[in-house]
T-cell receptor, first 111, second 111 residues
Framework: RKEVEQDPGPFNVPEGATVAFNCTYS??????FFWYRQDCRKEPKLLMS???SGNEDGRFTAQLNRASQYISLLIRDSKLSDSATYLC????????????FGRGTSLIVHP | DVKVTQSSRYLVKRTGEKVFLECVQDMDHENMFWYRQDPGLGLRLIYF???????EKGDIPEGYSVSREKKERFSLILESASTNQTSMYLCASRNPTDTQYFGPGTRLTVL
């Protein structure tokens, strides 16, 4: 079983739509969670952290559900420029240096 | 702003050549990482270093070695390049209380 799983998509949505992605993790001891964005042929870039209490940054909202072991990313009022692959990242804590990356969810926003 | 730089954006080498990929970070980060990213396979960890002169194998170290003589610099070495090492190579750095920041990547083609 993969440690961090994401639906690869692609999610094809019109401009202005609201779209949500989930990411499930298998290690219940996981402690830190992040969403990264990766544009085609570019490096992953940190989008936002995911806190237990939820985290909102403009049109983006990230949430953590520890009981069901998943994190989510909600994008409101999608823009063409939101088209990218979104990677979830999980750190297992206990002094672990190594995060586990999901394989990413592809989002395509069309006019 | 964290800055991670990689020595080349694009590189073309021949089979059997020795290849050096260099990564430099300017944020005094303790930990540094080398990944490769291939379509459908996501990010795969090659090697990481949690401090100067320290190195640990990741998930796919075969055919690679690394060097970390200074805190800011982490080099990936392909001792004898092969065509199956054609890939996007990404360097990242972090401090233990933070998440990873990536360099722009090196797209290596081995002919």
């Amino acid at each position: 079983r993969k440690e961090v799983e994401q639906d690869p998509g692609p999610f094809n949505v019109p401009e202005g739509a609201t779209v949500a992605f989930n990411c499930t993790y298998s290690n219940s001891a996981s402690q830190s969670f992040f969403w990264y964005r990766q544009d085609c042929r570019k490096e992953p870039k940190l989008l936002m952290s995911v806190y237990s209490s939820g985290n909102e940054d403009g049109r983006f909202t990230a949430q953590l559900n520890r009981a069901s072991q998943y994190i989510s990313l909600l994008i409101r009022d999608s823009k063409l420029s939101d088209s990218a692959t979104y990677l979830c990242v999980v750190y297992h804590g206990g002094g672990s240096y190594i995060p586990t990356f999901g394989r990413g969810t592809s989002l395509i926003v069309h006019p | 702003d964290v800055k991670v730089t990689q020595s080349s954006r694009y590189l073309v080498k021949r089979t059997g050549e020795k290849v050096f990929l260099e990564c430099v970070q300017d944020m005094d980060h303790e930990n540094m990482f080398w990944y490769r990213q291939d379509p459908g396979l996501g990010l795969r960890l090659i090697y990481f270093s949690y401090d100067v002169k320290m190195k640990e194998k990741g998930d796919i170290p075969e055919g690679y070695s690394v060097s970390r003589e200074k805190k800011e610099r982490f080099s990936l070495i392909l001792e004898s390049a092969s065509t199956n090492q054609t890939s996007m190579y990404l360097c990242a750095s972090r401090n233990p209380t933070d998440t990873q920041y990536f360099g722009p990547g090196t797209r290596l083609t081995v002919l």
